[in-house]
């Protein structure tokens, strides 16, 4: 008999084999249903001819450090490599490998170069919980082609990839980060996250205090108190033209407004929007910047934008734009929405037979043989099947009988079919029933 000591060294057992705190497994079917969301992503990039590269999970922190402006210096996680003893970093972004495999490894190909990926980067989250983090991301990035004709096409991409994986309600906030940029460029360094936190929220009377407390003057206090009110669709930037008559400012929106003007002509006009007071990753950021937003999960599904800088520090200067994926949220978003994530067209079956039944398993490799997923359990009669198919997410029970074949569809109104014939007869008609019978089945999303 087991006691509460022996319980509680039970749960401190399982506590000791978990995951680090932030971290977390992908069972099943989740993680097949993440696989399939991941590889829909990446055909989508690929559609647009976006080569994928995979790269190292870690790099010298000096590799890294390079290009990382958008992360947090206290997310990074760095370790000493123990056969070199450099330093070295868990990725915390994949676009400054992106960056290194270019101006290291294909150098020599003519631009532009299109390349697309998928990954987990991992990120340390700072404040009280001080926990790790990992982000699931796919993203592409297009390097050697400049202007409004690569930061359109790098929207595009993202707005094919929402219709290939099903979104259905998602818009695209654009903003020129050039113009938040002359807008702080009287704020105190130090003052400037505030700042762009209050200016993230459109907190006029928080940015206000912020820039008084830093002893910004009045007059350049206007420009970012202005910008937060900037925000609605492509008549924003005329407002902002009538707002700041500078001429880098004009040629900004310029730049902006042919960004939104090759958008609205492939198609994507209703699904656009514009917050020139989004002055995120300005740090990093040289142009038009893109946020991608969807119902579920309150954050965005995804980022991007024009990062010019990044390529010259790797050796290899050259302008770039790009855009990645937070697969989690998206996944949120997908399942906020009622989308199957799965991606299973057909069911799968449980095959309840004795190990030494031949004609079990011809059945079994035909069903295979038809694309079909099929896995044999030895257990005696279809209860045992209906058990581990419930736990195992399998559709259809198929169980051997003294004549014949009983087929039982699992969850729903647990539909049965009593089945027999000769092979082939037995195949077509075991898939005609289990195809209507999945037809009405709702499978439901991976939590």
Known sequence: ??????????????????????????????????????????????????????????????VLERGIETVDPRELMRFVEPDTGEVALLRPDLTPQIARIIATRLANRP??????????VIRRRHGRARQQRQIF???????????????????RVAATACARVGLPEHHFELAQVRLGQAALAAVPEAARPLAQEAMSRKDGFALEGVLRNAGVPARARRAPL???????????????RRAFRDAASQEALDELEAVVDRLEGAGLGERLGIDLGEVRGQ?????????????????????????????????????????????DNLEWALRHAGVETTGRTNPRFVL???????????????LRAKGYATSRVFGPGTDAGIAYAKAWDYDIVIARERRGWQATRVGGDAASAHLEGGDAELLGRLLEWADAAHATKELACPQ
């Open 1 to 62: 008999m087991t006691g509460p000591d022996d319980r509680g060294e039970g749960v401190a057992s399982r506590l000791a084999l978990a995951p680090p705190k932030g971290m977390r497994d992908l069972l099943p079917p989740a993680s097949t249903a993440r696989a399939r969301l991941r590889e829909k992503l990446v055909h989508a990039f690929r559609l647009f001819g976006y080569e994928r590269v995979t790269t190292p999970p870690f790099e010298h922190a000096e």
């Open 111 to 120: 631009p532009p170069w299109r390349l697309c990926y998928e990954g987990t």
């Open 137 to 155: 991301q796919a993203g592409v990035e297009c390097v050697g082609l400049e202007g409004p004709r690569a930061d359109a096409e790098v929207v």
């Open 226 to 240: 202005k910008l937060i009110e900037l925000f609605g669709d492509r008549q924003t930037i005329g407002r902002a």
């Open 283 to 327: 740090a990093y950021y040289t142009g038009v910047s893109v946020t991608l937003l969807a119902p579920g999960p309150g954050a965005a599904i995804g980022t991007g934008g024009r990062y010019d800088r990044l390529l010259g520090r790797f050796g290899a200067p050259a302008p770039a734009t790009g855009f990645a994926f937070d697969v």
């Open 352 to 366: 309840v037979a004795a190990d030494a039944d031949l004609e079990a398993e011809a059945l079994a490799r035909a």
